[in-house]
C-alpha cells in the first residue's frame, strides 16, 4: 500500500515564511473557492484584507508543505464572537485546501488537526468555519444556524411609489455611519463579531470589489445599506438593513432597477436576512415577503468548542452581569460535565462561579460536545437536549439552563463571513 503524503518525513504544517509562499496561498485560494474570479486581482485584494486586518497576525496563514512545494493550507483568524452577550474568542477556519493531485490524500484532515491545535495553545473558546456537506462533523463540528432568504415580487415592488431616499457607494469616510447601522441591525445579536470603527474601515476598503451602497436623505444622512452581488443572472442582497420603510422602498426599487438590466424576466429580488432582523419587520408591515430557511445537516456555518475553561469563564463572566435574573431560580453546584471535561458549576444568592474542586451535593449534568454546542448557539432548546441519547439533565434544573441557554436566531452577516 502507497504511503500517504501525511506520513512522509517532508511533509509539515506550518505558518508561510516568504512573499512567494503568501501569494501561492492565496492565488491556491482564489482558483478553490473563486474560480470564475480573475486570479490576480482578487489574490491580491484577498491578501490586504487578510494581512491588513486589524488583529492579524502571520501565524494565522498555515501552509501544507511536501519538502518546499505548498500543496494546501488554511487560514485561521481570531475574533471575538457574540453568543447571548458573552464575546467569546474565537477561530474562524477559512480556504481549507488542497491541490487537486494531493486530494484525498489526508491533508485536510492533518490541516484540521493543526487547526485545533492552534487553537488550544491559544486558549480559543470555539473554532468556527462554513464547511462544505459531510465532513467537519467527525472534527466534533456541528450545525449552529440556519440560512434564511425573503422572495419579493417585482410586480409588488414596482406597484408601490418610489422611495424619497438617494443612493451612493459607501466610502472609507462613511465607516462611522457604516458601524453604527451594523450596530443597530446586528449589533451583540449571536453569530455577529466585536466590531471596531477600524475594522470597518478595513473592510470597507478590502471586503468586496465594488463597496456597499448608501441610502441617503436629502441632507445626505444614510438610513440603511445594501451590497448586492451577482450569481448566474440574478442579483442578490448579501448583507442589507433598513432603518424605515421609506429606505427600504429606495433599496427594493434600486434593487429591481439593477436586477432588470441584468435579466427583465425575472419575477423576484432576494434579500438574505435573519428572521427577526428588524428589516424584516418593516418589509412585512408593507409588503408581502416569502421567507425560506435552509437546513443542510453536517454543512454550512458549524463550530465546535475547543478551551472549554475560556469559554465557560467568560460565559460565567456574562451570567454574573445578569445574575438577579438567575440565581432565584435554582442553588446549589453542578458537576457540568462536557464531552470527556469536567466544571464544577456554583450558583448561590450573590454570584455564579466555578470552583476547582467540588462542593456536595453534587447535582450531575452531562451533555456531548455537540450537544452543548447547540445549545450555546441557542440553536435547539434544553428541552431538545435532555430528550437526546447519553445526555442527562435533572428536571428541577431545567428551568435554570433555559435561562442560562435561551433559544436564539444565531446569524453570520454577509460582511462578517470568511
Not at 10 to 33: G, K, S, Y
Not at 178 to 205: C, D
Not at 308 to 313: K, N, Q, V
Amino acid at each position: 500500500m502507497a504511503q500517504k503524503i501525511t506520513e512522509s518525513p517532508n511533509f509539515v504544517i506550518r505558518p508561510l515564511e516568504t512573499d512567494t509562499e503568501i501569494e501561492m496561498f492565496h492565488r491556491l485560494a482564489v482558483v478553490t473557492f473563486l474560480p470564475d474570479d480573475n486570479p490576480d486581482e482578487t489574490a491580491h485584494r484577498m491578501r490586504r484584507l487578510v494581512e491588513e486586518s486589524p488583529d492579524f497576525r502571520p501565524e494565522q496563514l498555515r501552509g501544507a508543505f511536501l519538502g518546499t512545494t505548498l500543496i494546501g493550507g488554511y487560514l485561521l483568524m481570531e475574533r471575538l464572537l457574540h453568543i447571548g452577550g458573552a464575546q467569546l474568542p474565537t477561530g474562524c477556519v477559512a480556504d481549507v485546501m488542497t491541490l487537486t493531485e494531493h486530494r484525498n490524500q489526508g491533508i485536510a484532515t492533518t490541516l484540521l488537526q493543526d487547526a485545533l491545535q492552534y487553537a488550544t495553545t491559544h486558549s480559543l473558546a470555539l473554532l468556527l468555519l462554513d464547511g462544505i456537506p459531510n465532513f467537519y462533523h467527525r472534527f466534533g463540528f456541528t450545525d449552529v444556524l440556519d440560512i434564511s432568504k425573503q422572495a419579493i415580487e417585482i410586480a409588488h415592488i414596482q406597484a408601490l411609489p418610489s422611495g424619497n431616499y438617494q443612493m451612493r457607494p459607501a466610502t472609507v469616510h462613511d465607516a462611522p455611519a457604516m458601524l453604527a447601522l451594523y450596530q443597530r441591525h446586528y449589533g451583540t445579536r449571536t453569530g455577529s463579531f466585536a466590531r471596531s470603527l477600524v475594522r470597518q474601515e478595513h473592510l470597507l476598503r478590502w471586503r468586496f470589489q465594488e463597496p456597499p451602497l448608501l441610502v441617503v436623505n436629502a441632507d445626505n444622512v444614510p438610513y440603511g445599506y445594501i451590497k448586492l452581488i451577482k450569481r448566474a443572472n440574478r442579483l442578490f442582497a448579501y448583507e442589507v438593513a433598513a432603518d424605515n420603510w421609506h429606505a427600504a422602498l429606495t433599496l427594493l426599487h434600486y434593487h429591481v432597477a439593477q436586477q432588470k438590466q441584468l435579466d427583465a424576466q425575472e419575477r423576484t429580488i432576494c434579500w438574505s436576512l435573519p428572521l427577526d432582523a428588524p428589516t424584516v419587520d418593516i418589509l412585512t408591515e408593507h409588503i408581502t415577503v416569502q421567507s425560506q430557511i435552509t437546513q443542510t445537516p453536517n454543512a454550512d456555518w458549524m463550530a465546535r468548542p475547543v478551551h472549554l475553561s475560556t469559554l465557560l469563564h467568560t460565559l460565567v463572566q456574562h451570567w454574573n452581569l445578569h445574575r438577579q435574573q438567575i440565581v432565584h431560580l435554582w442553588s446549589g453546584t453542578i458537576e457540568l460535565v462536557i464531552g470527556d471535561e469536567t466544571y464544577f458549576l456554583t450558583l448561590d444568592e450573590q454570584r455564579i462561579h466555578l470552583q476547582d474542586q467540588p462542593t456536595y451535593p453534587l447535582h450531575r449534568v452531562q451533555f456531548s460536545m455537540q450537544v452543548f454546542t447547540k445549545l450555546l448557539f441557542g440553536y435547539h432548546s434544553v428541552t431538545w437536549a435532555k430528550q437526546q441519547a447519553r445526555q442527562h439533565l435533572p428536571t428541577e434544573l431545567l428551568p435554570l439552563f433555559e435561562q442560562l441557554f435561551p433559544r436564539r436566531y444565531a446569524w453570520i452577516n454577509g460582511s462578517d463571513a470568511f
